[in-house]
């Protein structure tokens, strides 16, 4: 029997994570720590709200104290860290608040971890204890047309504040286990898709834009090429991670699914159509725009999982197609979640990055490129 307490447990993947945790290992406590932010709903735990081990509790990653009380009180002797800041976009614009959340806030987790597993406890029941880092494969920064994928051995080369500071955070997690000691493992994972994703990311801001009848931005000629890994099997390699992964080893997690933001955004519209063949707006890739690309935009992202299918037995269970459809079947029956998203702080958002980008001249609809 596993005590997780899972940082940023009501964003996106740590929301997932929960799910997923509690319905495979019901025995398990989880405990959610989440200050929620514009990206941390509550209501994506909804349905794990009453479980007998499930608790929530809101409060920053930087409060020490906190989560040392949180630790002692819930004997937690795994801690799994999803809590960060993650839209570059919003990196670019306001890198200060990545830098407290990302790195300060990392730190602070390690600080409080060391203090109950290592001091107060180290000949207790928590000389077996797990940090588990959750990272991303753009601290890796950018790979050529060509190039391999990245590997655990690639060196970091991150392009944002935002793939700076999660390196950073990656940083501290190895140095915390090498110099005190630290149980701890890293997993870097590629882009993710799913349900509770907050539509700022590409593929549910495409289709809430799409079932609207709105713009679809994409940057600059939409070639940019990422590795699609649908949460679930996030979630998975997460779990092959803590029960199987050695201490002070990293995993790179991927799905295997190399496609550019232009094919994404034409599979979800020909998807679109063929679920809602007399909407408004069909053929939905009619509503495609090519906007100014963004500062320091990496070209391409490959994950290489040789080592995670090795030592772990790691295995994506959805392509790309099978998981867009699960997301999206998820969406269209669960309007009322990311409806309650769109309000005006999240429409100014997306007029102020978006909307500047189009009025700048260089709003271009997709019958002017085909």
């Known amino acids: 029997m596993r005590r997780l307490l899972v940082t940023g447990g009501a964003g996106f993947i740590g929301a997932n994570f929960v799910h997923y945790w509690l319905r495979n290992h019901p025995d398990d406590r989880v405990v959610v720590l989440d200050v929620l932010t514009y990206a941390g709903r509550r209501a994506s735990l909804a349905s794990v709200e009453r479980h007998s081990n499930f608790r929530f509790v809101r409060g920053d990653i930087r409060d020490q104290a906190l989560v040392e009380a949180l630790l002692k009180e819930e004997r937690a002797d795994t801690l799994v ?8 976009d919003r990196s670019i614009l306001g890198p200060d608040a990545f830098i407290e959340t990302n790195v300060i806030g990392t730190h602070s987790l390690l600080k409080a971890a060391r203090n109950i597993w290592l001091k107060e406890n180290a000949s207790s029941a928590f000389e077996r204890h797990r940090f588990h880092q959750v990272s991303t494969d753009e601290v890796y920064g950018t790979l050529g047309p060509d190039e391999p994928p990245f590997c655990e051995t690639t060196p970091y080369a991150p392009s944002s504040p ?3 500071t999660k390196a950073a955070a990656d ?3 190895r140095s915390y286990h090498r110099t005190y000691g630290l149980q701890t493992t890293t997993s870097n ?3 993710n898709y799913g349900p509770y994703q907050f539509p700022e990311k590409l593929i549910p801001l ?3 834009n799409a079932l609207q009848g709105r713009p679809l931005p994409v940057y600059g000629d939409g070639q940019q090429v990422r ?3 649908y949460v679930e099997d996030h979630c998975r ?9 050695h201490v002070g080893e990293t995993y790179n997690l991927g799905g295997r699914s190399e496609k550019t933001n232009l094919d994404v955004v034409q599979i979800l519209c020909r998807h679109l159509d063929e679920l809602m063949p007399d909407a408004a707006y069909a053929p939905h890739i009619s509503l495609l725009s090519f906007v100014r690309d963004r500062p320091g935009h990496d070209r391409r992202y490959a994950i290489d999982t040789s080592k995670a299918k090795a030592e772990l037995g790691y295995q994506p269970q959805e392509d790309f197609e099978s998981g867009l459809r699960k997301t999206l079947a998820w969406y269209l029956g669960n309007e009322l979640w990311w409806r309650a998203l769109l309000d005006a702080h999240y429409q100014d958002w997306i007029e102020a990055h978006y909307g500047r ?4 001249g260089t709003f271009q609809p997709y019958s002017s490129l085909t």
């Open 357 to 360: 980008r189009a009025r700048n």
């Open 227 to 229: 590795d699609w890994l």
């Open 171 to 173: 940083h501290l997690v």
């Open 237 to 245: 390699g997460i779990e092959l991670v803590l029960e199987k992964g």
């Open 81 to 88: 860290h999803f809590a960060a800041e993650s839209h570059v």
């Open 189 to 191: 994972c590629s882009n």
């Open 162 to 164: 935002y793939a700076a």
């Open 206 to 208: 495409m289709l809430i």
